[in-house]
């Protein structure tokens, strides 16, 4: 699976970004999505996950984001609203063949995007 990423751009504080994710091929529909990101300085972290049926996301962005997925069209997004400075980082979508670990660990992810960049200013 190839995942290409896209959607990222600078926004004011306040404002709201949609994030694209397009898979390669028909084995997207057989992973999970998730979205991770990481800042400058910092370590990758979990965003969000799309399951079949269920999302879960990060604390940080609960209420604030929304995944979700076309299997019809091999795409995922990250709807994104409300956004902080503290969002300001490199965002990563990434794919994770079913039962393979937590949906929150980068490890357990296979196939991973570029990356775009989300620039959030006060």
């Known amino acids: 699976v190839q995942l290409q990423a896209s959607g990222g751009g600078a926004v004011q504080a306040g404002g709201s970004l949609r994030l694209s994710c397009v898979a390669s091929?028909?084995?997207?529909?057989?992973?999970?999505l998730g979205w991770f990101r990481q800042a400058p300085g910092k370590e990758r972290e979990f965003v969000a996950v799309v399951m079949w049926g269920e999302t879960y996301y990060a604390d940080s962005v609960k209420g604030r984001f929304t995944v979700s997925r076309d299997n019809a069209k091999y795409t995922g997004y990250l709807q994104m609203n409300s956004l902080k400075p503290e969002d300001t980082a490199v965002y990563y979508c990434?794919?994770?063949?079913?039962?393979?670990?937590?949906?929150?660990?980068?490890?357990?992810?296979?196939?991973w995007g570029q990356g775009t960049l989300v620039t959030v200013s006060s």
């Open positions: 990434a794919a994770r063949p079913i039962g393979r670990g937590n949906y929150y660990s980068a490890e357990n992810y296979v196939y």
């Open positions: 091929g028909e084995t997207f529909n057989t992973h999970t």
